[in-house]
């Protein structure tokens, strides 16, 4: 069983910029693929960004592309979001996934496990 631990969440303003992470834990923990997902108030989660363990390949949402940097430490099994340039519209629950093998559904879906995730919360 894997467990995935996010952190790095907060109040910012828009402009700046946070730095979310989250640690894989668990036995013999291997991945095709991690990735961070959100959900705002009311919204339903959306993919963010997602990269593949081994190769480091990656995608991300329109939305965040040239402002967000999806990166991993196979070593620390850590994987990480920068994200800059926040606005208040990436406010959300942000949670880390992983997906344990190849999915036809990837990045969108077919994740095996998931964080509980961090909030980010932009104000204008």
């Known amino acids: 069983q894997v467990q995935l631990a ?4 907060g109040l910012v ?16 923990f291997s991945a095709f693929a991690m990735g961070w997902f ?13 990269i593949r363990w081994i190769g480091g390949s990656t995608h991300y949402l329109d939305s965040v592309k040239g402002r967000f940097t999806i990166s991993k430490d196979n070593a ?4 990480s979001l920068q994200m800059n340039s926040l606005k208040p519209e990436d406010t959300a629950v942000y949670y880390c996934a ?15 496990s998931w964080g509980e995730g961090t909030l980010v919360t932009v104000s204008s």
């Not at 992983?98 to 095996?112: E, I, K, Q, R, V």
């Open 6 to 9: 996010e952190s790095g969440g």
């Open 13 to 28: 303003q828009a402009g700046d910029s946070l730095r979310l992470s989250c640690v894989a834990s668990g036995c013999a």
């Open 38 to 50: 959100r959900q705002a108030p009311g919204e339903e989660r959306e993919f963010v960004a997602a």
């Open 76 to 79: 620390k099994n850590t994987l």
């Open 98 to 112: 992983a997906w344990g093998g190849y999915s036809t559904s990837y990045p969108l879906a077919g994740m095996d």
